[in-house]
């Protein structure tokens, strides 16, 4: 006699296709407009032509007239030598190739030969600032918005920049992302927020968004923080930690599509126990970032099935799906 096989009795819910609302990466449709860290201060020395990958290109810094750095794009518009491998004369960079020498605005003010430059033969100027330890520059031609200003005096702060190890497999705003994420934040990084759920708490701009929290961190760490994001790759923090006010302002660099480092600046107010407050800062950070490492290393991110505790994620995915993306430099540092 043939066997029967009875219809499936359970009522547990089947699975269904993850509905795939795919985030946009980082070079589709250009990158973001936003800041990136490209070198601690500490990488750059006077007289020195630093190549740095960006954008899926390749960018120079070096320190023009009183210091102050300068990114440009790094192949020379003669017949394309990497500027990397030349060097700053004076306050301009000189091509290795036919020395031609490119001021501190781009221009090809002197070839090697002695013909008159052409004049097109300009490299592409990013904006260029120098701000908490780290260089940082724009992707763009104006910078859209300003990174953090603090609520002290720096002459008031002492302060220790640093990079944060092994470069990580995912686009800045994935780790950006983490700070809307209040989920996460609970149980990854063991925060416990005095309001339920701190939605409600949160400031939104064109250019990021901003919250304030008390609560406690890591089961008895009493904190009292202002928190945010800028464009899509600098996260600021700030206030007090056990009783002692502290800050951290952290950039995700771009190099290419799908990788980024990360670049910290911790703050403390100046005082005898500065560098021991600094130190655990740092150990913190480390942490922080450790227990964020292997979900950062391995996540395919998209927009899935969110709940009432992703009220602000979801936001920040919408302001990520619509933040200004360009790429002016391409057709230079490529
Ligand atoms: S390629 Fe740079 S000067 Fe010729
Ligand atoms: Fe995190």
Not at 64 to 83: F, N, T
Not at 89 to 113: M, N, P, S
Request: hydrophobic residues 35%; charged residues 20%.
């Amino acid at each position: 006699m043939q066997q029967t096989i009875a219809p499936p009795t359970s009522t547990r819910p089947r699975p269904q296709p993850p509905r795939t609302n795919p985030m946009p990466p980082e070079g589709e449709g250009g990158f973001s407009q936003s800041w990136f860290p490209v070198a601690l201060s500490t990488d750059l020395a006077e007289g020195q032509v630093l190549g740095v990958p960006f954008l899926d290109g390749k960018i120079v810094v070096f320190r023009k007239e009183g210091g102050v750095p300068q990114a440009m794009s790094a192949y020379c518009p003669h017949i394309g030598a990497d500027l990397s491998v030349g060097r700053v004369v004076g306050h301009r960079v000189q091509c290795a190739f036919h020395h031609w020498e490119y001021d501190g605005e781009g221009v090809c003010v002197k070839t090697g030969i002695g013909d008159p430059p052409p004049k097109a033969a300009c490299l592409f100027v990013f904006p260029t600032q120098e701000r908490f330890g780290i260089i940082w520059v724009f992707n763009g031609e104006e910078p859209l918005f300003e990174l953090p200003s603090l609520p002290y005096p720096d002459a008031e702060l002492a302060s220790g920049a640093y990079r944060m190890g092994e470069p990580l497999r995912c686009d800045p705003w994935v780790f950006a992302a983490n700070t809307p994420d209040m989920q996460h934040l609970k149980v990854v990084h063991k925060i416990r927020f005095d309001a339920d759920d701190p939605h409600e708490l949160v400031r939104w701009h064109p250019h990021g968004m901003e919250f304030s929290y008390t609560g406690v961190h890591q089961g008895d760490v009493p904190i009292a923080n202002t928190a945010g994001i800028l464009g899509t790759s600098v996260f600021y923090r700030w206030g007090m930690y056990n009783g002692y006010w502290r800050c951290n302002v952290t950039g995700f660099s771009l190099p290419r599509p799908g990788q980024h480092e990360v670049f910290s600046c911790s703050l403390v107010r100046a005082g005898p126990d500065a560098q021991a407050q600094l130190a655990d800062v740092l150990g913190i950070s480390r942490r922080t970032v450790g227990e964020d490492k292997d979900i950062l290393n391995t996540i395919h991110y998209r927009q899935g099935l969110l709940t009432k505790a992703d009220t602000t994620l979801a936001r920040f995915l919408r302001y990520l799906r619509s933040y200004p993306r360009a790429h002016p430099s391409g057709p230079f540092i490529n």
